[in-house]
């Protein structure tokens, strides 16, 4: 009988604790530790707020509450959970900001291109370096949509100390930027997990092999593991 590699052991995944965009083996280290715990904290965080925010939104959702010990806790937890969000998502965007800069060649992601990946097609372009421009995009649009939600959810949170109108348009644009931040998650979890074999690992090892970095982002490949030669 064999028995699995113990993945503690593996000394990509220890590499992983501390460094990133090293090869160890025939990994590499795409995530390291710190990376990981940012972005977990934001993906928690922002479920936490989804959860506890779809009861309070719709009765439709009503038995959500339930999970949290009742609506009334939702009416607390919702705002608090989604303060702690936008500050994971504050933290999200020092940490990333240079990684995710957009590079001129990549404007053409605005269009067909950034659909083709959506619906997972894969894209082959010799120069994708770490995240590609449909990433980039997210990351640009999830920080907004974090800006967006906080300062609206404040003008719902203190409705007393702002006129009327405020709240009207506290509720829209809580609502709209909301329904939009859950459509892009769900392509998101998609592509971060089924769609793309050796993505999801990422975030939890920290490391992917080289093929999947050859496949999916070339240039951080070429970068990484100095290997030129053209793809076949
Ligand atoms: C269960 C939920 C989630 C899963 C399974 C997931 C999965 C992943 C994975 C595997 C990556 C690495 C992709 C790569 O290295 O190429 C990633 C990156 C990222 N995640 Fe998540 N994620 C989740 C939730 C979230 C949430 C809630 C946010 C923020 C609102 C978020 C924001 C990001 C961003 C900005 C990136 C970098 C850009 C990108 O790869 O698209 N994620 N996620």
Redesign the pocket.
């Known amino acids: 009988m064999t028995t699995a590699p113990n993945p503690a052991l593996d000394p990509a995944i220890i590499r992983a604790r501390t460094a990133e965009d090293v090869q160890v083996g025939n990994q590499i280290v ?2 390291r530790l710190g990376t990981r715990l940012m ?1 977990w904290s ?2 928690l965080s ?2 936490v707020a989804l959860l506890t925010g779809l009861p309070i939104w719709t009765p439709i959702f009503g038995w959500l509450a339930g999970l949290f010990g009742g609506l009334s806790v939702c009416r607390w937890l919702h705002p608090w959970s989604g303060t702690i ?1 936008f500050f994971a ?1 504050v933290v ?1 965007f020092a940490w ?1 900001l240079e990684d ?1 800069a957009l590079e001129p060649g990549e404007r053409d992601w605005f269009g067909k291109k950034l659909f083709t990946y959506m619906m997972h097609e894969t894209i082959d372009d010799w120069m994708i370096g770490k ?1 590609n421009g ?3 995009i ?2 640009f649009a ?2 907004l ?2 800006l967006g939600l906080m300062l609206s959810g404040l003008l719902l949170w203190f409705p007393e100390s702002l006129p009327p109108a405020w709240r009207g348009l506290g509720i829209v644009v809580h609502e709209i930027t909301f329904i939009l ?1 859950a459509v892009a ?1 769900v392509f ?2 998609y ?3 089924g769609a793309e074999p050796g ?2 690992r ?2 939890t090892r920290g490391t ?1 092999p080289l093929s999947w970095a050859r496949l ?2 070339p240039r951080w490949y070429r970068e990484i593991t100095g290997d030129d030669r053209p793809r076949t």
């Open positions: 795409r995530h972005h934001a993906a922002f479920a969000f998502m999200m990333w995710m995240y449909g990433q980039k997210f990351f999830v920080c949509g974090a931040f998650i998101h979890v592509l971060g997990t993505t999801f990422s975030m992917v999916h982002h």
